[in-house]
């Protein structure tokens, strides 16, 4: 057969036979592979010009199957200086026992999308942001009419007590119990009014605040090297990820986006500043992941330029930046900080050079989540369920933060049982969910340690099995009230909640 | 991010511009520098050009719409280059040409390739020009129909 | 009080007009003004249309206006005021939350000399009236 005529195609295209012996193959395959005939010549299969386990695998399959088929996307990287991103799709030619196999590369795609899609988080951080400052400046034309509506009861709230203080010098006070009554209502329903103003208007200024959720720091960190992926073979950076953490899942309670974000900016700002050295020396950025006993840190290091002296405090600044017009905003670090503060964790520059390194401090997962219910919370309502939920799965507490978050209820979490009990001890919570089968501390060791603390509300387990006899005997002992057999969903959660919150009323 | 176009003018005359293309063309490729010459004939030396990509040849494409009125001739073309313009038509106008390029010799000698510069002309029915370097026949290193095929592209 | 208030024979004791939407804050103002036995008459008004009645309808020495109210600035009672010959020698004490620049300029050139901020102390109010009226 005359396969000359593949010749005038784009596409990479070449032909084995059983033995994987190259057959024939067309022009653009020499220049894809980057191999002129003299080469090719040289070599009698396949796996000798493309060394991939894929392509060969998927060769042996259709010549079984003896029918095409197309593989998803693929890695070559045995080609010399390149890392090509392909499609391939093999056909199977029954007349001469041939399989041809035809290469669509789609290096430039996956490149510019990640590029691209950097490029628009940026920029929506950048909307945001000028959104916020339209905000303050709304605010500011609006400060007249609120200024004026808080001025009023906080009038009538000064000058009623002025009467009251003036009722007290009085001589007759039990006459005037009435007047003293109204007085007094007065002032309270004034400082309500300015209350609510306010509240109004934090909520105008907060209005969306990110969905945050239980994750790993490890799965961030995994993430973000994947999307700089590229940009780190091509610049040929090595990046190593150590850590010192004692389980493989430290949760913490934020916007995974965000912090993916973070991350990659830093991870640039690294690769960036080692492609300026022009060295030959090592070209490596490390990641380490540490814990202490209210935080976990992550210090990212690299054997860039480093950061001279000068300019050490200003790089945090919005709109710095070192580099050429259209290579950066200069907002990176801004953006990473505004978003670590907004975690209450921190950002700094703990060695300007040999190796350069930022270390990020980001609280645990239960500080945080305390903080964020205490923030949201909605003092007008009477009733303030604390619920404490102990499980080192993430998809469970997330599961829990969905189904019964709301204004008058809190769940806080804890991923084992050292941080439980250390939020236990302060005495707040209506209800606690115990995972029964935890590494560090099984259900019944944790319930007496609980137990011991002096919390009477109900315990609750979360178990995957239920042995009816243990069970009865650990209810009448007390030790435990009810359990929850998993897997559970929403409606499983909201009415065991319900059940056991009227026990607490 | 570090390897980014840079243009510089070499020559500066007052019908003509050279200029120097170092880095890759790619999609971030800006090409100010050549469309605000507006000389008659514009040079211009891709020497030193690394990589270029399919984006790159979008950008470059477009920057020839606003250099119709010259005359513009490419010269020290690589490899990556040459492989480029093979594949994409537009790249050649009537108003560009190539002067010269680089094509690849194998060196059996030194057991090596070697990007020897050759002007268009010495390309004749589309064959490979017979190169001697230190008393042996270098080898045409790439396929001949597949590497000369921009010289029968007239634009 | 730590302010010392003058004698006033009963036949010169002013009368003051209180206008501002807020109902409470007229009433603390009235019961201020009254506590200091100064005044022959202290009346109110939830409004400027209210108040131009009342004005028409009684003899006022001072008028206490806040500078936002419901239907009209207050500013614009004092404008019409002085149009009228009747209301010639009325004062006016300008009450306001707020102003911000572009409100001051109408607050001056209405020809309002005495603002007070709110919220201002019972001493404030008192001393203010007694200045403005030229008592004590």
Redesign the interface.
């Known amino acids: 057969m005359n396969f000359e005529i593949l ?1 005038s195609l ?1 596409e990479p295209i070449v032909i084995v036979n059983k033995d994987n012996e190259i057959v024939y193959y067309n ?2 395959f ?2 894809f592979t980057k191999s ?3 080469i090719i010549k040289n070599k009698k299969y396949l796996r000798e010009i493309i060394a991939t386990s894929f392509l060969s695998d998927m060769v042996e399959l259709i010549f079984k199957t003896e029918s095409a088929t197309i593989s998803k996307e693929e890695l070559i990287d045995s080609l010399p200086d390149q890392e090509i991103h392909v499609i391939i799709k093999g056909a199977f030619l029954s007349e001469q026992s041939l399989v041809m196999i035809s290469f669509n590369d789609i290096t ?1 795609e996956k490149n ?1 999308y990640q590029k691209y899609r950097y490029q628009i988080d940026e920029l929506k951080e950048i909307h945001h942001q000028i959104v916020q400052a339209d905000k303050l400046s709304t605010i500011g034309e609006i ?3 609120i ?6 009861p ?7 007590l ?2 009251i203080k ?1 009722l007290f010098e009085s001589d007759d006070l039990n006459s005037q119990k009435e007047l003293l009554d109204s007085c007094l209502n ?1 002032v309270i329903e004034s400082f309500m009014r300015i209350n609510n103003i306010i509240k109004g208007m934090k909520k105008f200024l907060h209005g969306n605040e990110d969905k945050k959720e239980y994750v790993a720091i490890e799965e961030i960190i995994e993430n973000s090297t994947r999307l700089v992926n590229s ?1 780190l073979k091509k ?1 040929q950076v090595n990046l190593s990820v150590k850590n010192n953490t004692e389980s493989n899942e430290s949760i913490i309670y934020v916007n995974s986006l965000k912090m993916e974000q973070l991350f990659i900016n830093l991870i640039k700002n690294s ?2 500043s080692i ?2 050295t022009n060295g030959e020396s090592d070209k490596s950025i490390q990641i380490t992941l540490n814990e202490t006993a209210m935080c976990y840190e992550i210090l990212i290091s690299d054997t860039g330029a480093g950061i001279p002296k000068e300019i050490q405090d200003k790089i945090f600044e919005s709109f710095f930046t070192t580099k ?1 017009v ?2 950066g905003t200069g907002l990176g670090l801004a953006i990473a900080t505004k978003i670590i503060e907004s975690y209450q964790g921190t950002l700094e520059l703990l060695s300007p050079i040999a190796p350069t390194t930022f270390k990020i401090t980001i609280p645990k997962m239960s500080t945080l989540s305390i903080a964020s219910s205490t923030l949201n919370r909605d003092n007008d309502q009477e009733m303030n369920l604390n619920i404490l939920v102990i499980d080192d799965e993430v998809k469970i507490l997330n599961l829990f933060n969905e189904s019964i978050s709301s204004n008058n209820i809190n769940v806080i979490c804890a991923s084992n049982p050292t941080e439980a009990l250390n939020l236990i001890d302060d005495g707040r919570f209506n209800i606690i969910f115990i995972d029964y089968s935890m590494p560090e501390m099984n259900g019944d060791e944790l319930a007496k340690k609980v137990r011991k603390l002096n919390y009477k509300g109900p315990i609750i387990y979360l178990t995957g099995k239920a042995t009816d006899s243990k069970i009865k005997n650990d209810i009448s002992s007390g030790l435990f009230n009810d359990h929850l057999l998993k897997p559970f969903n929403k409606e499983d959660i909201t009415s065991i909640v319900k059940k056991w919150e009227l026990g607490v009323k | ?2 390897d ?1 176009l840079v243009i510089n003018i070499t020559k500066n005359e007052s019908e003509l511009t050279e200029f120097l293309l170092q880095g890759q063309i790619d ?2 490729s800006t090409f100010e520098e050549i469309t605000s010459s507006l000389k008659k004939k514009i040079i211009i030396d891709f020497n030193e050009v690394t990589l270029i ?3 790159g040849v979008r950008e470059w494409i477009n920057f020839l719409e606003n250099v119709k009125d010259s005359t513009i001739i490419y010269k020290n073309c690589p490899q990556v280059v040459i ?1 480029q313009i093979n ?1 994409v038509h537009g790249f050649i106008l009537p108003n560009t040409s190539i002067e010269s390029f680089y094509a ?1 010799y ?1 060196s059996e000698k030194s057991d090596d ?1 070697i990007k020897v510069l050759l002007l268009s002309d010495q390309i004749i029915d589309g064959k490979a020009p017979r190169i001697e370097q230190d008393d042996e026949e270098l ?1 045409f ?3 001949e ?2 590497y000369f095929q921009f010289l029968k592209q007239k634009g | ?1 730590s302010i010392t208030l003058p004698k006033i024979k009963d036949s010169e004791k002013p009368a003051v007009l209180i206008i501002d939407d ?1 109902v ?2 007229c009433l ?2 009235k ?2 003004l009254e ?1 200091t036995k100064l005044f022959r008459n202290v009346v109110v008004a939830e409004n400027a249309s209210i108040g131009m009645l009342k004005l028409r309808n009684d003899e006022f020495d001072l008028v206490i206006v806040d500078f ?1 109210l419901p239907d009209k600035e207050g500013t614009y009672l004092v404008e019409m005021a002085k149009k009228s010959l009747k209301f010639r020698k009325l004062k006016f004490l300008l009450i ?3 102003l ?1 620049n572009r ?1 001051m300029i109408n607050v001056i050139n209405s020809g309002i000399k005495h603002v007070l ?6 001493d404030d109010l008192i001393s203010k009236v007694l200045q403005i009226l030229k008592l004590g």
């Open positions: 010749d784009f022009h653009m020499s220049t002129s005939p003299r430039i510019l400060t007249a009419s200024s004026h509506e808080i001025s009023n906080l009038t009538i709230a000064s000058g009623t002025e009467l003036a007065d940009q610049s690769i960036d492609n300026s050429e259209g290579e | 991010m570090s980014k999609e971030d990509n399919s984006c492989e594949m690849p194998y390739v080898e290193d790439a396929i129909a597949q | 009080m807020e409470k804050i603390l103002i019961t201020f506590q936002q306001s939350g707020y911000d409100s901020v709110k919220p201002f102390s019972r």
